[in-house]
């Protein structure tokens, strides 16, 4: 064993975890080595000294706030209370479901042509509805340029709330995607993209983002995103970079268990 | 046997127990602050960080594999959770802030070795905050957070022998560094 060898293995040496042969090595080259030995001997009393940092207590505040963020996150998940009622109420034999099902079409039927609807009322509705939603894509393009970060995440959401974005809401949460600053911006994006990553032009920016991304949770959101999709080309973004080597390991670990699953 | 207990636990939570993961964060939350605070040296910051971590873990509980170890995924996350702040809000550890810096409380109490262990802490933190980052991060993993190599080489993406390399060049430069401070007192 020479020198640099002998460095090597030194911290475990010092906390007793070194294997008996290299430990053997390393004591019969401390023996031999006199600069090796004095080094040996000084930095080991320093690394025990580096115990008299005390660990600290955190604040007991945090405790709270970790159980507010569970207590959320069940909330979400639950049921709502709506949700429980429907479950119990509707009929669960298949029969009993399809004669339900017909009688609130045949009511529905009998009622409509039952109603006299105005005709040009109807088409001033539809024509204050069609302004209402290009003025909800204007709000939302134009709170996506904003420089405050949570400004463009009230545009991330007014974006999502959106029945059918138009291309440019579409491509602005895409640019978002690729060029902002803040990962939770971008990760917001990439959850209103989501529901729309079955359109092949969002599919394949998507796929060409992935490997791209500095941030691995946008990258793991990204992957959850085309999962979605059964086409080839969001399975064959996924597998690239389950065998990419410069990625984050964990980022590579979602992937491989992403393809895995859907095999 | 923590380990094994830790690993049942995360699976029950990424199977949908979620409130497992309250046992997982009574058990590292304090191992977890102290790793960012050695880091970091901010108490805000590392009260933040544990709060992403955890909030990260259940949000991505389903990428946790059953070949994993519980801890040196945590530690992973942590890891990016902490690169990614830094990023954020270019936060630099230059100098201690002036909560970590109370002083410590002495197994002897006795009012001279008192003050002589409190300046012996406080000139330990200052050293290692001067110290390269990814130098203390190596040390801090290996030093304080109870972690075998082979655990700290997964969490940093290296060989185990770089690992050792590194912790011995880390502690080396601590301690020059940690001599400087001491002279520079005395003088």
Same mark, same amino acid.
Do not use: C
């Given at each position: 064993m020479n020198c640099e060898q002998a460095s090597e293995y030194l911290p475990e040496y010092w906390d007793s975890a070194l294997d008996e042969i290299p430990r053997r090595e390393l004591e019969a080259h401390l023996q031999t080595c006199a600069a090796c030995r004095e080094e040996a001997a000084r930095l080991k009393a320093f690394w025990f000294r580096l115990g008299a940092i005390p660990d600290e207590a955190p604040d007991a505040a945090s405790r709270g706030r970790f159980d507010a963020m569970l207590a959320d996150y069940? +909330?979400? %998940?639950?049921?709502?209370? %709506?949700d429980r009622i429907l479950e119990n109420w509707w009929p669960r034999r298949p029969a009993v479901q399809v004669a339900c099902a017909m009688g609130m079409l045949a009511i529905g039927l009998l009622a409509g042509h039952a109603l006299t609807v105005d005709v040009q009322g109807r088409g001033e509705v539809a024509r204050l509805r069609? /302004?209402?939603?290009?003025?909800?894509?204007? %709000?939302a393009l134009s709170l996506l340029r904003e420089s405050s970060a949570s400004e463009r995440l009230k545009g991330v959401d007014w974006s999502d709330r959106l029945p059918h974005p138009e291309p440019q809401v579409v491509n602005a949460l895409l640019e978002t995607v690729n060029y902002d600053d803040t990962v939770d911006v971008r990760l917001a994006a990439v959850d209103a993209l989501r529901r729309l990553s079955s359109e092949a032009d969002v599919q394949s920016r998507m796929a060409s983002a992935l490997p791209v991304q500095d941030s691995p949770l946008v990258q793991i959101a990204l992957i959850d995103a085309l999962s979605d999709s059964r086409s080839g080309q969001a399975r064959d973004a996924i597998r690239r970079v389950a065998e990419l080597r410069n990625v984050d390991?964990?980022?590579? /670990?979602?992937? +491989?268990?992403v393809m895995e699953r859907k095999q | 046997?923590?380990? @094994? =207990?830790?690993?049942?636990?995360?699976?029950?939570? @990424?199977?949908?127990?979620?409130?497992?993961?309250?046992? !997982?964060?009574? $058990?590292?939350? $304090?191992? !977890?602050?102290?790793f960012f605070l050695r880091l970091t040296c901010s108490r805000p910051a590392s009260e933040d960080? &544990?709060?992403? &971590?955890?909030? $990260?873990?259940?949000?991505?509980r389903s990428s946790y594999a059953d070949s994993e170890n519980f801890a040196p995924w945590m530690y992973r996350i942590a890891r990016n959770a902490h690169i990614e702040q830094a990023r954020r809000r270019r936060l630099e550890v230059v100098a201690p802030d002036p909560a970590t810096q109370r002083e410590p409380v002495s197994p002897e109490p006795g009012p001279e070795q008192r003050? =002589?262990?409190?300046?012996?802490?406080? !000139?330990? @933190? $200052?050293?290692?905050a001067r110290l390269p980052e990814d130098k203390r991060e190596v040390l801090v993993l290996s030093r304080f957070q109870n972690l075998r190599y082979e655990e700290i080489a997964r969490i940093l993406d290296c060989e185990v022998g770089a690992v050792k390399v590194r912790v011995y060049r880390a502690v080396r430069q601590l301690e020059q560094i940690y001599n400087e401070l001491a002279g520079e007192k005395a003088s």
């Open positions: 069940r +909330r979400a %998940v639950r049921p709502s209370r %709506v069609d /302004e209402i939603a290009s003025t909800r894509q204007l %709000v390991p964990l980022v590579r /670990e979602h992937a +491989r268990s | 046997m923590q380990a @094994r =207990e830790d690993h049942h636990l995360m699976k029950a939570v @990424r199977n949908g127990d979620v409130g497992k993961l309250a046992t !997982l964060y009574a $058990r590292h939350q $304090r191992p !977890l602050f102290n960080l &544990v709060h992403d &971590v955890f909030t $990260r873990i259940l949000k991505y003050a =002589e262990y409190g300046q012996n802490v406080a !000139l330990l @933190r $200052r050293a290692l």
